[in-house]
């Protein structure tokens, strides 16, 4: 009985400090970066599109004029959109932007302290027409968003909208219902139906290889995943469709290796609202492996990071809180069968 004891209050000792607070990974440090990418295809999916809708007013004044600059300095055709945004006064037309190229969203660490950091978001588009007619070589949206540390959760002039899409704590997983995106922050914007995007489901994923342009991650993978909520514009423009989230993560590391349908509490401080994203890419790998046992994810995949993963096969050890949960399950069975042994 003494010897139950002292395995559990080993236990205790062992899990108290991974679980008091959010305590972010060890490669949470200014400087670190992570890009993902939703890439068109070359073969069967060439000229396919992906659509992404913003508001333009919504954007911030930086990005704003920048998207006036490209298209002052865009052809003729673009010339009648530029004057419809900039006519638009306070209100929140809706429009579509048609992405034939590839989209990169990268999320840069900056400002760490122990309580707090700045998520930089950059979100890249290449070959895109926001209106018909109307051809762009690229655009380049930035923000940023605070990160509280304490908690885990960004905030926007101070109201909670959301987790970061790109990572989750491993040794600290979110509950069936956590709040992932306040998106019901979007009825001051014109938005007449739209409710908040919650963790609905946590899983481990087993079977399947997992590509990316990083490394190939090996199950199983945690699979996080959000109620779908209904989404309605039809104040300047036209929307009906749905929202929600279903994304992968390594177990080692905790960062994002897919994310699907769009990283939703980033991009909103870009102005985006709604993506209808299919990674064409990744459907022409596809029809060239065993899909039976290994995949590319059709939603934005991981691209870069200067993020180091653990080799795979050293035997080493998760450089995670996630290894002490690993050893106290083994440390509680293995007391158990002693216990009942004995007795």
């Given amino acids: 009985m003494k010897a139950r004891a002292l395995s559990l209050l080993f236990i205790f000792l062992l899990l108290s400090p991974q679980v008091s607070a959010f305590t972010p990974p060890s490669w949470f440090k200014n400087g670190t970066y992570v890009t993902y990418a939703v890439l068109p295809g070359e073969e069967k999916y060439e000229g396919y599109p992906n659509m992404l809708f913003y508001t333009p007013h919504k954007l911030p004044d930086e990005n704003l004029n920048a998207f006036i600059g490209v298209l002052k300095n865009g052809p003729q055709s673009c010339q009648k959109l530029k004057a419809r945004i900039e006519n638009s006064g306070s209100d929140y037309p809706l429009y579509g932007l048609s992405v034939f190229g590839s989209i990169f969203v990268t999320f840069n660490l900056t400002n ?20 018909l007619r109307c051809a762009l070589d690229s655009l380049t949206l930035k923000g940023e968003l605070f990160l509280n540390l304490t908690d885990g959760y960004y905030y926007l002039n101070g109201t909670k909208i959301g987790r970061p899409s790109f990572f989750i704590l491993p040794y600290n997983l979110p509950e069936r219902g956590d709040l992932l995106y306040k998106a019901s922050i979007l009825r001051r914007h014109g938005f007449t139906l739209v409710g908040d995007l919650e963790v609905s489901n946590v899983t481990f994923t087993q079977g399947k290889l997992v590509h990316t342009f990083v490394k190939t991650f090996h199950p199983p993978l ?56 299919f990674n064409h890419y990744s459907a022409e790998m596809n029809d060239k492996i065993d899909f039976s046992r290994e995949y590319w994810p059709y939603e934005f995949v991981l691209y870069e990071t200067n993020i180091q993963f653990p080799e795979e096969g050293t035997g080493r050890a998760p450089d995670t809180g996630l290894r002490y949960y690993l050893l106290a399950g083994l440390i509680v069975l293995t007391a158990s069968l002693i216990w009942r042994w004995r007795k």
């Avoid at 760490?112 to 926001?130: E, F, G, H, K, Y």
């Avoid at 929600?244 to 994310?259: E, H």
């Fill in 112 to 131: 760490v302290t122990n309580s707090s950091a700045i998520v930089l978001i950059t979100l890249r588009m290449n070959n895109l027409t926001p209106d």
């Fill in 222 to 277: 945690i699979g996080v995943k959000s109620n779908r909520q209904p989404i309605l514009y039809q104040k300047k423009g036209y929307l009906s469709s749905s929202i929600g989230m279903d994304s992968l993560y390594d177990i080692d590391t905790g960062v994002a290796v897919s994310i699907g349908d769009l990283p939703y509490p980033e991009l909103y401080t870009l102005g985006v609202v709604k993506g209808h994203i």
